[in-house]
Structures are given as C-alpha cells and as structure tokens.
Nanobody
Framework: QVQLVESGGGLVQAGGSLTLSCAAS????????QGWYRQAPGKQREFVAHITTGGSVLYAEFAKGRFTISRDNAKNLVYLQMNSLKPEDTADYYCWAGAVGSTYRIIWGQGTQVTVSS
C-alpha cells in the first residue's frame, strides 16, 4: 500500500513563500497522478493542483501564477511551491495520490497546516 506524509507547513506573512513536501512510501510503483487539496475551517476541501506521471499539471484558478506543483520520482516526493501567499490561503493542505491495483484508489496524507498572516 501507499503512505503519504506531508511536511513544510507553518506560519508565513502575506506575500511570502512556502514549499510543502509530500513523501510517499510503500507501493511506489503503483502511484500515478499526485496532487494537493486544501481545507479551511468551515469550508469544503478544495482542489489545489495535480501532476500526472508524464508531468502534466493542472491548477485551480486561485493557484495559477502563484503555486507550482512538481514531483521528483527518484525521491518519491511531490512538492507544492507557494508564492505570493494570501491570508485566504490559510488552510490544512493535504497531498494525495492515485494508486493502481485491483482498483484505482486515492490515498491521502494526514495534512499540514499553512497559516498566512496579514
């Protein structure tokens, strides 16, 4: 099975930058598309970005031009570089991975908190 662990969250000032990391372990070869969701208090979890095995990326509108998703397959890591952070970016950020097997399943990390102060 696949396990995901996020890191890199913390407190930053508006306009600052932060890079989140997601480390995968277990059945690495089963991983396909990976990405990030976020959830702010009182709000539903929302899509942030994803990256396919071929390197194609997709961003939510709010992330375009500010966030960059990347992956390092050799290190089993996916990153989310966040620039020009805004207070509304404050949320718990969760990495996820699609994994193949008998079925295609989505694996979630435990989340990492990002707080952006004004």
């Amino acid at each position: 099975q696949v396990q995901l662990v996020e890191s890199g969250g913390g407190l930053v000032q508006a306009g600052g930058s932060l890079t989140l990391s997601c480390a995968a372990s277990g059945s690495i070869a089963s991983i396909r598309t990976q990405g990030w969701y976020r959830q702010a208090p009182g709000k539903q979890r929302e899509f942030v970005a994803h990256i396919t095995t071929g390197g194609s990326v997709l961003y939510a509108e709010f992330a375009k031009g500010r966030f960059t998703i990347s992956r390092d397959n050799a290190k089993n890591l996916v990153y989310l570089q966040m620039n020009s952070l805004k207070p509304e970016d404050t949320a718990d950020y969760y990495c996820w991975a699609g994994a193949v097997g008998s079925t295609y399943r989505i694996i979630w990390g435990q989340g990492t908190q990002v707080t952006v102060s004004s």
